[in-house]
């Protein structure tokens, strides 16, 4: 049973996500009660793929925000750096060029895309600042960033509601439907630990972007953060 700790040490997180890769996306519509849908297409409108353009999805997981970008006309390359994640993505989706790679090494040269994003993944990195920098590195000048992360909501009531959920009704539902629950664990300390949206936004800045915003969705459970290169 492969269960990450808070220091995110890349082949612990790697190892935890190969486990889980098989039930992945269905956990996680369960988990979110299906809202992880809305967030998704919310990345795509953000990402604003258009015909033609070249467009990196790091931590691609299976696939699932790639393959709408890539209808879009778009040449989208899913990236990860679990095996087991793209095992399963190229199963689903052969028609998708997954490529391995490591976040904080990524294997394109510099200024290979138009657009780049990232959903539920920075937060898993060992240096989510070092991993902005280098996405900004294989970015275009002019070119954008997305980030999806899930974040603090906004209404303080509802916040103690939801980290309550987050420690004690999420390992409890993955404990039924997952293939290796105890990963859930560490993923709601995981998003417990993780800064607020203008947290996230500094990080942002002092990576090198420019024109940091962000959207807040579901009430600020999660933010899309939008910037772009100078």
Known sequence: MARASLAKQPAEVAAMFDEIAERYDLTNDLLSLGQDRWWRRAVVKAVDPRMGERVLDL??????????????????????????????????????????????????????????????????????????????????????????????PVWQPFRRVYVEYLMRAVPGIARRVASEPESYVYLAESIRAWPDQAGLAAEFAAAGWDRVEWRNLSGGIVALHRAYRP
């Open 59 to 152: 931590a691609a997981g299976t696939g699932t925000s790639s393959e709408p970008m890539e209808r879009d006309g778009a040449f989208v390359v899913p990236c990860d750096f679990s095996v087991g994640m793209l095992g399963r993505g190229k199963r689903l989706r052969p028609e998708l060029p997954f490529v391995g790679g490591d976040a904080l090494a990524l294997p394109f040269a510099d200024e290979s895309f138009d657009a780049v994003t990232i959903s539920f993944g920075l937060r898993n990195l060992v240096d989510p600042r070092a991993g902005l920098a280098e996405l900004l590195r294989v970015t275009r000048p002019g070119g954008r960033v997305v980030v999806c992360e899930f974040s603090h």
